[in-house]
């Protein structure tokens, strides 16, 4: 059975406090034990800050702690903007913030001067961290022969592959390849379709010029008699033209 005594939650939330007035820049701090001369208390926390915004963040620090630990607050006594003097009550720890004025007003070292008063400088000292013993590291044995040490991976291997999250991962990477797979298919029917498509409408349009061209041939064909009988008649009117000026003269 270990002879280490049991900390006091208490005194150790104390600590705790003044460590958090410290790291805020609270000046002149006391901490007076009164658990045996007061009913009303069992520590007293003492601090000053320098102006009533500092008081006020001193207050909501004490409170942060407070709560971190869910400590209940009994009550708490601001007095107004310019009092000098905050007062947190949480039952056994009872913390009294002053400006440098107020506390000297007051005056409750003096007022408390039998109660026991801890050492500050070891409450804010930090905690030496435990000594943990080092366990040694497992050897590791390392084949001499390729063979041996190929085995090894090979087992390796074989058990990673057994395990359930490594085999979720294989088949679930399966899966996506296989809708991958899908999807090129899909897209390449789609693509060979559209082609399958195309290829109709150059046909459709090649018979059609083809179509097109018989046309305009069949037009010439059919135009060029016409034209011929046309030049004969030209010819013909130009001969008669030139009998008639001749008979003139």
């Known amino acids: 059975m270990s002879n280490t005594p049991t900390p006091d939650p208490i005194f150790t939330l104390v600590q705790q406090m003044v460590r958090a007035l410290a790291d805020k820049k609270a000046e002149d701090l006391r901490v007076l034990k009164v658990s045996g001369k007061s009913t009303i208390t069992d520590y007293l926390v003492l601090a000053t800050g320098n102006s009533d915004p500092h008081l006020r963040a001193l207050r909501i620090e ?99 592959a057994k395990n359930p999250a490594v085999k979720k991962v294989v088949k679930a990477v399966a899966s996506k390849k296989t809708v991958v797979k899908k999807a090129v298919a899909s897209k390449t029917v789609a693509v060979a379709k559209k082609a399958v498509v195309a290829k109709k409408v150059v046909k459709k349009a090649v018979v059609v010029k083809k179509a097109a061209v018989q046309a305009v041939t069949a037009v010439k064909k059919a135009v060029k008699p016409v034209v011929v009988v046309k030049k004969a008649v030209v010819k013909k009117v130009a001969a008669k033209k030139v009998v008639a000026k001749k008979s003139r003269k």
Not at 63 to 92: F, N
Not at 122 to 127: F, H, T, V
Not at 148 to 157: G, P, Q, W
């Open 62 to 160: 004490v409170e942060r702690v407070l709560d971190e630990v869910k400590h209940p607050i009994c009550g708490m006594e601001v007095g107004g903007y310019g009092s000098g003097w905050t007062v947190v009550d949480a039952y056994q720890i009872m913390a009294h913030i002053f400006t440098p004025e107020q506390r000297g007003n007051y005056a409750l070292e003096r007022l408390w001067k039998d109660a026991e008063s801890i050492n500050i400088s070891k409450l804010i000292e930090a905690p030496k961290p435990v000594e943990s013993v080092a366990t040694p590291a497992p050897e590791v044995v390392v084949a001499d022969k390729p063979a041996a040490k190929k085995a090894v991976e090979v087992k390796a291997v074989k058990a990673v």
